[in-house]
């Protein structure tokens, strides 16, 4: 029996190092780790401090040579842009040893503002203008447009908001942030535009075009509260109702009720434009009445044909008498869609259409009987009182304002005595929380209409903490 003898585990051989003869494993450079450090530093011409330019408008990096790029914290895109700013290689090659060093890099982020901010700051760039326009006498839709606006951020990528006396222009870097605008007025208010755009540079060269565009948007002139009397023919279309009828609110359409019958109906952008009415008598002309007596109308007959019956009102017939011709024993009766509000004594607000002169075309061919006496358009509460005890408030865009007049304040509170009274119109407002006014009952001893305290959202600031200092960034 032979016995075979284990191989020897080879081990691998040493050299001495040539600089301090330590033994070291065979390497091409033939120079231990310690060595080779001392002698060599591959980070020699890399700069150790590298600057990142960052704009805080609009929360972009600088990529040169001449991109703004947007890169979140720890990303791979802003790696890779601040590995695109070392401009050495990261390993080296000596004597076919393939050498890699550590060392710090610190990145400075320096504050510098893109051009199209500074284009933005500058406030007199712009590419795209939108131009919204209503015809009428009082601003209750666009106080009602401006708060979708704010509800929905669409006021976010306007260079700056210019108000004028009948409109308000929306000023926009790119076309299609305009485009987008434009898309949402008609998706929010009745409307139509028109598009146009002028040529203001070119190059024959490279065949590429500068033009600013503009889009011209009409709001259809009728505003809530307004007395319109219709055609024959869309009275028709609409259920046989009354030509003259009341608007009680517009939204994405007209909404119209026939304060003779309570039959409502709602006309779109595309219906008004192809058969457009007007406004019989304008705000101003709005005249103060006492009621005499007010008695509700029971059974109710409907012709044929008729459309559907507003249930959020009663229909009522009331003898009113002018506040300002108590003295006299003048009466006007008439039929009204207020019929669950009024008692007598109590004072409304109506259009005395026997006495004033209308100068409208449907009216001057309608038969004398069917045109009423008066129009009863809303009860009357005490504005003062109703200003002090209103204890919520809305937000406003920040616009450039011109040609101001006294009148505007009025307006603005009617619009909130509307949000008041209606609560179609309320749900698709922001309202809020005002802490500077005691918390009271949901209605006064008059019985005006309130907001109730679960309707209003808390004016929050994220930017603040608790003790009114900056606080941290929060992301929701």
């Known amino acids: 029996m032979e016995y075979m003898a284990e191989a020897a585990e080879r081990s691998p051989g040493h050299i001495l190092c040539c600089e301090c003869g330590v033994p070291i494993s065979p390497n091409p450079a033939n120079i231990c780790v310690a060595c080779l450090r001392s002698k060599v530093d591959i980070s020699q011409g890399i700069p150790k401090q590298v600057s990142v330019s960052f704009c805080k408008q609009c929360q972009r990096y600088f990529q040169p040579p001449g991109t703004w790029i947007q890169c979140a914290l720890e990303s791979r895109e802003l790696l890779a842009l601040c590995l695109k700013k070392i401009k050495a290689p990261l390993s080296k090659v000596m004597n076919g040893a393939i050498l890699q060093q550590v060392f710090v890099v610190d ?14 700051e500058a406030k007199d760039f712009w590419k795209t203008v939108v131009q919204v326009r209503q015809k009428t006498l009082h601003k209750k839709t666009f106080y009602y447009l401006e708060q979708l606006i704010l509800k929905y951020g669409m006021h976010q990528n306007t260079l700056r908001i210019k108000e004028i006396h009948d409109g308000l222009d929306f000023y926009y870097s790119s076309k299609q942030h305009a485009q987008k605008m434009v898309e949402f007025l008609q ?25 600013k565009s503009t889009f011209s948007v009409e709001i259809v002139p009728i505003c809530k509260d307004n007395v319109v009397c219709l055609s024959p023919k869309l009275a028709q279309s609409l259920g046989n109702m009354n030509q003259i009828c009341v608007c009680i609110r517009v939204t994405s359409a007209i909404h119209l009720i026939d304060p003779n019958t309570l039959q409502v109906a709602d006309i779109d952008g595309s219906t008004f434009w192809s058969q457009p009415f007007n406004s019989l008598c304008h705000p101003k002309q709005l005249e103060e009445f006492i009621v005499m007596d ?80 008066v129009v009863l358009i809303k009860k009357s509460y005490d504005r003062t009182k109703r200003q002090r005890r209103r204890n919520w408030k809305l937000k406003e865009l920040p616009r450039e304002r011109e040609n101001m007049d006294t009148d505007d304040e009025r307006q603005y509170q009617d619009f909130l005595e509307d949000l008041e009274e209606d609560e179609a119109i309320r749900k698709n407002v922001n309202v809020y929380r005002d802490s500077t006014i005691p918390v009271e009952s949901d209605t006064d001893d008059e019985g005006a209409p309130r907001i109730s305290l679960a309707e209003m959202l808390e004016d929050l600031h994220i930017s603040q903490d608790a003790t009114g200092e900056e606080g941290d960034s929060m992301m929701t």
């Not at 990145?107 to 933005?120: E, L, T």
């Not at 929010?188 to 146009?196: E, G, I, L, N």
Request: charged residues 20%.
């Open 294 to 373: 007010c008695s509700i109308v029971r059974d109710l007959k409907r012709s044929a044909g008729a459309g559907m019956i507003s249930k959020k009102h009663t229909l009522g017939e009331v003898w009113v008498q002018k506040t300002s011709e108590m003295n006299t024993d003048k009466q006007y009766f008439c039929r009204t869609h207020l019929g669950h509000l009024l008692n007598p004594g109590d004072l409304v607000l109506g259009f005395d259409l026997a006495n004033c002169n209308l100068n409208d075309e449907h009216v001057n061919k309608m038969n004398s009987d069917r045109v009423p006496d």
């Open 187 to 211: 998706c929010t208010v009745p409307c139509r535009y028109k598009a146009s755009q002028r040529l203001i540079s070119q190059d024959i060269h490279s065949n590429t075009y500068n033009y």
């Open 107 to 120: 990145y400075v982020v320096q504050p510098q503002m893109c051009g199209d901010c500074h284009r933005v």
